[in-house]
């Protein structure tokens, strides 16, 4: 069965820091770029961060540049987002997805074939 799993999420306070990790189950990554969304009650779940299969290009939404860093480790079957100088405004269900093919289309949901099921992240003071 093939299955994303997000982790690393909790409530942390404004300014700090939080890496989350997606691990993938029943296949292997390297052959999927990979895409993290969130999204926040109320609000369409929205793009935030892109890696390729190759790991050579990566994409941000501009509102987690220079905070947000999207890596990726083929030999552990996971992708990471280092998130720093956490704002409240970044609370939401994290999650990751996996795009087999690579469209372009890196923050539309429409491209990627699998879905984790979210890690809750919250900050606040």
């Known amino acids: 069965q093939l299955q994303l799993v997000e982790s690393g999420g909790g409530l942390v306070q404004p300014g700090g820091s939080l890496r989350l990790s997606c691990a993938a189950s029943?296949?292997?990554?390297?052959?999927?770029?990979i895409g993290w969304f969130r999204q926040a009650p109320g609000k369409e779940r929205e793009g935030v961060s892109f890696?390729?299969?190759?790991?050579?290009?990566?994409n941000y939404a501009d509102s987690v540049k220079g905070r947000f860093t999207i890596s990726r480790d083929n030999a552990k079957n996971t992708v990471y987002l280092q998130m720093n100088s956490l704002k409240p405004e970044d609370t939401a269900v994290y999650y990751c997805?996996?795009?087999?093919?690579?469209?372009?289309?890196?923050?539309?949901?429409?491209?990627?074939?699998?879905w984790g099921q979210g890690t809750q992240v919250t900050v606040s003071s």
């Open positions: 997805a996996a795009d087999r093919f690579e469209y372009g289309l890196v923050f539309s949901i429409l491209e990627y074939d699998y």
């Open positions: 890696i390729s299969a190759s790991g050579l290009t990566t």
């Open positions: 029943g296949f292997t990554l390297d052959s999927y770029a």
